[in-house]
């Protein structure tokens, strides 16, 4: 048991930040910016590039796809860092960390030389398909219906919340194509391209910032069968591997903390009093950031030893929701009246800790896991 | 990084296993006395015999194996100084071998193993001091757990030259939050194992997910505060420590209030063993303010707020 850095992840960490000191300021607005805004998209797409060309994009792929194979340990540095200023990949992150992947897995040779490449290079833009009006933590109650006719799937049903589905090239979207098997059974992943005759998109105004979401309306929406990803019918297990390559998500506890770092440095620049109470909230919050980080840390040292999923990754995820809800609560005490103003950064962390506990999977789905598999409690 | 014990320290957390559960555990605490129980010489003596009570060289940085011999001795509900020795005798310029009680400059009021200690460490802004003997002391009644105790003067001792207050609160403060961690994973798994062999309305408490969230953010805080002690314990930074120990702190407000809501009337009873351990969270959290509120310290070692 030890805790420190191996010397090459120190060495790859202070070579990464002299890159974002040279690169983010003046083009990128930071933690405390609106992620999906146009401005920041559009600069993501370039970030990812500069990414790109140091092998930094998408560092954990295999040699024969661009890669080098990195370890998991590289991925969280490269995660911390980039997370903590507020994630300048934007919608690159799902791209590189389990679209592609899951595509190197599953992907036909022709699916990989049409779709890796322009992932590898930063320049295009997915959409993950999956929650639909009715089915949200229930994912597997999906009911959009792809039906064969000839050599297309016919795509009809509704999709929401999608992320970055106003601006995607191409969706990740889960389909029900057998509705008469067991509900985890009948479900396949179809590689959409985007913008496409059938499919409507419309805006849904967020209280988050400007990142807003979407609902995609797909109406006799015609694909390929050939861009159906992995066997049919057993999509559930496509995406669920997928997603497991992560394990613990985005490491939102660096954003927090580097949120919490900001709010004090603007708070003491402005010569505002930090009371006694606030000085409490703060300390409570750093100390969650904490407890979220070497909880992170113990699920990947388990990803580096290639071990077993277990719930210690749900217990980091929830240990990160916390994080975020305190850091929202210490920025507040900061802030006092300064709230009012859009924007800034208590108002700004109070609408990112909202999503915290929902994004990615909800916090009492979280619980329940942690119950199950942890505590060895039973099903309810 | 690497979150799993090496052979070494198996081999060490094996025999304290059988150790502890030969000569600790509720009932060995309930032998003593329960919720007021007596120094355990006897738990000293085997441990000191079996050589676990040095594992940390003197001046050492990492004291991450004593750390570990600490949390289980903590999880058997030990009933004497072994945090003190194992984690923060090693920051004193000479050897502190018996019970032992550490305060804060000035304070004239109850402390663990007030009545117990061989020697005293007395803690200020400037420097530390040992008095060996310490003054004259009377018990005082005490439920939280512990043997108490109240000095009848102010402890005076001799300067140690050349150890340093800091340090020594910072590995006091290590030492408390693996105490808090051994507790709460005592009052933890105790209620896991309640919840499932308490039946109302047909079915184990514990299926129903009002409990299950409840508990399941028992463990959250648990695992956090228990990876934050050993890295503190193994890193040995000021801040690293009072980071833990606030952590810790907060998880003994969620794990207090869950256990006992959860364990009805049971955990109210002293024929329960759930009070074994919770009473002590309360003791050992006053211990922890007591030297500067963790949380508090925590934000003023980061950031320049005051």
Known sequence: MEFGWDKEHVAYRDELLLFLEDELPGHWHGAAAVLGSEENTAYSRRFAGLLAERGWLTPHWLAAHGGVEASPWMLAVLGEELWSRGEPRGPQYMNVNWIGPSIVAHGTPEQQERYLPPIAAGNVVWCQGFSEPDSGTDLASLRTRAEIDGDEYVVNGTKIWTSYGDVAEHCYLLVRTDPDAERHRGISVLLVDMPTPGLEIATIPGVVGEHSFNELVFTDVRVPVANGLGPENEGWAVVREALSYERVGSPRWARAAYVLDEAIAAGLDDGRPIDDVAVQAIGVAKTACEAARILCYRVIDERARNLPSSANANIARAAMVQAERLVAEACLAIDGLEVLVYGSRSDHQLRKSLAAGVAAGTYEVQLNLISRLHLGLPKG | MDFFVNDDQQAVLDAMGTLLGRHAGPSRLRHLGGDQP?????????????GFLDLAPAGSRN???????????????????????????????????????????????????????????????????????????????????????????????SKLDGVDPQEVVSWLRVALAVEIVGALRFATDLTVRFVMDRKQFDRPIGSFQAVQHGLAECAIATEGARWLALEAAEIGSPEAACTALAHAVEATRVVFARTHQYSGAMGFTQEYDLHLATMRLVALRAEAEAFGRPATTSALQRWALA
């Open chain 2, 38 to 50: 007596a120094y355990d010489r006897d738990l000293d003596k085997h441990l000191e015999t079996a």
């Open chain 2, 63 to 157: 004291r991450l194996d004593a750390a570990l011999v600490q949390e289980a001795i903590s999880v058997a509900l030990g009933s004497s100084a072994t945090s003190y020795r194992l984690l923060v005798a090693p920051s004193l310029s000479v050897p502190v071998m018996g019970p032992m009680a550490i305060v804060a400059d000035g304070h004239r009021g109850p402390v663990r193993f007030g009545a117990d200690a061989d020697a005293v460490v007395m803690v200020s802004e400037t420097d530390v001091r040992l008095a060996v003997p310490p003054p004259t002391s009377d018990r005082t009644k005490s439920r939280l757990g512990w043997p108490v105790g109240r000095f009848s003067s102010a402890v005076q001792g």
